[in-house]
């Protein structure tokens, strides 16, 4: 089967532009890990379109390239990046601030990092309580504000030629909201933008903005953001890939890695305590419990879908879970989650899990937004659009279809991932069925 008969894929000519609100730890750490691999001085560690082979055919053809030479990615040369920050740091010098890279290597890639300055913010203080700044653009209504992004965004890729974009959120979390009247269609959003409409959060005007501009967008905290009627309708009607909400990093990725492992076995679940101290700005933001509260939904939603308590209530259907996050300066970037589970096995008898991970928050997100980055461009080029549910394997509230449960297990993110890779070019799907192996 050739590739013509599933996905035409346009080629990945030119530079890609990557703009991102928030240049903080996150957005620093990546751009300056980019800079370092392509200087030869560290390794995409993390990263699947890198680093990640993918199986072809039969386990006897021996046929596993790597992800990269199997699809047409944009390569890391023609990366560049640009953005919205309420701070006036460069890149360089918010990356120093940030402090999860040592001083010597910024230093290798001081150049490039110290060109990037940060375009005005669109910011609210009611959608972020605890941080404030200077670079912010002040004039006019949401929407006026809206079409200002929007002329960042032409002036950012006029002036670096690229040929192509995609934007995705490195900001803070937003206090938590639901959708309401005004996020159910492009007209009630724009006209909502025209009346400064409360409901209205900055994340939004900003994928309003790449949507308007034809560029995919992705969400890596857990606001609301696109994941709304009008945004949605707009990314289709404008074919251009969406998906989020939030980079599943540090504790919520171990529970994506051990709640499908003790389900598989059919062990039950009594009780998940988590805690967190973490020192960094996000940890700050998230002191303020309306931004917390954004957290600790995305957070809490992973086990119930995971262990399906409708489905098997003697295991799971009483299990207390909860989760907490607390500010702690001292530890930077150098985030800590603890896990207690309470479990029980055979005729009920009690057991317990303890997990310590000292994990670097902005180490494991920095991989992940390269890869979201170059899949989304793929996808745009691909012809795709809408919610890109393959892409779930890199969030904690993965977006999905009205009607649809999200797919927590990584395993089976994992498993989608790699065969929606295989689909767009033309390539067996794997099931692992395994049993022409044994005819």
Known sequence: MSNRDHVNIAPAEGKLGVLIPGIGAVSTTFMAGVEAVKRGIGQPVGSLTQLSTIRLGKRTDNKSPYIKDFVPLAGLDDLVFGGWDIYEDTAYDAAMKAQVLETSLLEKVREPLQAIKPMKAVFEQEYVKRINGPNVKKEGTKFDKAQALIQDIRDFQKANKVSRSVM????????????????????????????????????????????????????????????????????????????????????????????????????????????????????????????????????????????????????????????????????????????????????????????????????????????????????????????????????????????????????????????TLRWMRGEDLITHLGLEYYD
């Not at 005007?205 to 709304?228: C, E, K, R, V």
């Not at 939904?297 to 009483?318: A, F, G, R």
Request: with cysteine; aromatic share 10%.
């Open 168 to 419: 995705i959120w490195c900001g803070s979390t937003e206090v938590f909201h639901r959708p309401s009247e005004v996020h159910q269609t492009l007209a009630s959003l724009e006209e909502g933008m025209k009346k400064n409409h409360p409901e209205i959060a900055p994340s939004q005007i900003y994928a309003y903005a790449a949507l308007m501009s034809g560029i995919p967008f992705a969400n890596g905290a857990p606001n609301l953001t696109h994941d709304i009627p009008a945004l949605l309708d707009l990314s289709r009607d404008r074919n251009l890939p969406v998906c989020g909400k939030d980079f599943k990093t540090g504790q919520t990725f171990m529970k994506t890695l051990i709640a499908p492992g003790l389900k598989a076995r059919m062990l039950g679940m009594s009780g998940w305590f988590s805690t967190n101290i973490l020192g960094n700005r996000d940890g700050e933001v998230l002191d303020d419990p309306g931004s917390f509260k954004s957290k600790e939904e995305t957070k809490l939603s992973v086990l119930d879908t995971i262990l399906q308590p409708q489905l098997y209530p003697m295991l799971y259907k009483d299990l207390f879970h909860a989760v907490r996050i607390n500010y702690y300066p001292p530890r930077g970037d150098a985030k800590e989650g603890w896990d207690n589970i309470d479990i029980f096995g055979w005729l009920g008898y009690p057991m317990q899990i303890k997990i310590d991970f000292l994990c670097r928050d902005s180490i494991l997100a920095a991989p992940l937004v390269l890869d979201l980055v170059l899949f989304l461009d793929l996808a745009q080029r691909a012809g795709m659009r809408g919610i890109q549910e393959w892409l779930s394997f890199y969030f904690k509230a993965p977006m999905h279809a009205p009607g649809l449960y999200p797919e927590h297990d990584i395993f089976i993110q994992l498993m989608k991932l790699k065969n």
